[in-house]
T-cell receptor, first 113, second 112 residues
Framework: AQSVTQPDIHITVSEGASLELRCNYS??????LFWYVQSPGQGLQLLLKYFSGDTLVQGIKGFEAEFKRSQSSFNLRKPSVHWSDAAEYFC???????????FGTGTRLKVLA | EAQVTQNPRYLITVTGKKLTVTCSQNMNHEYMSWYRQDPGLGLRQIYY???????DKGDVPEGYKVSRKEKRNFPLILESPSPNQTSLYFCASSVGQGSGYTFGSGTRLTVV
């Protein structure tokens, strides 16, 4: 069955440090790939998405993600974390040709001042 | 402003009392979906709709109903709520399968 794995439930980083959140998917073909952010008490907001082409995609709020087909991964990165980045982050895939969304279970980011 | 509007934001109800959570989008999106979010389980799809009068079950449809009589509205109906339906619910809409979702702000439902 298709699945999305976010192996880190919680991550804590210091403000100004770099960040990488991991996402792996299990599916035969390359799906559409997404990262969403959820601030406390809010809905999810789309950070970035990958369809095809350049495997490094840029998103909002200074985030980027790299698609690695050989590793079935789509890791989210930010060079320098701000306190306002503290939130929960969800990776998601959509199987091409369907509207079937599969979300990971999320990674909660804590930022230390 | 392009948005998905859910109401109510918070709801406490008793077991067995029918309720409806409304969802409306102003972006002319064809695709709409309902999710529930529970700690440690991420988001799980309840129902989705690909267009007016076209709906289908997601991963956890038991105990829920939906309807799509108009393009902009996609209400979620709990005919006989039970405590295991206590959760945070999100409505979302999308223009296409690869475009990503716009989410509502959520409805926190407590069934006692």
């Amino acid at each position: 069955a298709q699945s999305v794995t976010q192996p880190d439930i919680h991550i804590t980083v210091s403000e100004g440090a770099s960040l990488e959140l991991r996402c792996n998917y299990s599916y035969g073909a390359t799906p559409y790939l997404f990262w969403y952010v959820q601030s406390p008490g809010q809905g999810l907001q789309l950070l970035l998405k990958y369809f095809s082409g350049d495997t490094l995609v840029q998103g909002i709020k200074g985030f980027e993600a790299e698609f690695k087909r050989s590793q079935s991964s789509f890791n989210l990165r930010k060079p320098s974390v701000h306190w306002s980045d503290a939130a929960e982050y969800f990776c998601a895939v959509v199987i091409r040709g369907t509207y079937k969304y599969i979300f990971g279970t999320g990674t909660r980011l804590k930022v230390l001042a | 402003e392009a948005q998905v509007t859910q109401n109510p934001r918070y709801l406490i109800t008793v077991t067995g009392k029918k309720l409806t959570v409304t969802c409306s989008q102003n972006m002319n999106h064809e695709y709409m979906s309902w999710y529930r979010q529970d700690p440690g389980l991420g988001l799980r799809q309840i129902y989705y709709s690909m267009n007016v009068e076209v709906t289908d079950k997601g991963d956890v449809p038991e105990g829920y109903k939906v309807s799509r009589k108009e393009k902009r509205n996609f209400p979620l109906i709990l005919e006989s709520p039970s405590p295991n339906q206590t959760s945070l619910y999100f409505c979302a809409s999308s223009v296409g399968q690869g475009s990503g979702y716009t989410f509502g702000s959520g409805t926190r439902l407590t069934v006692v």
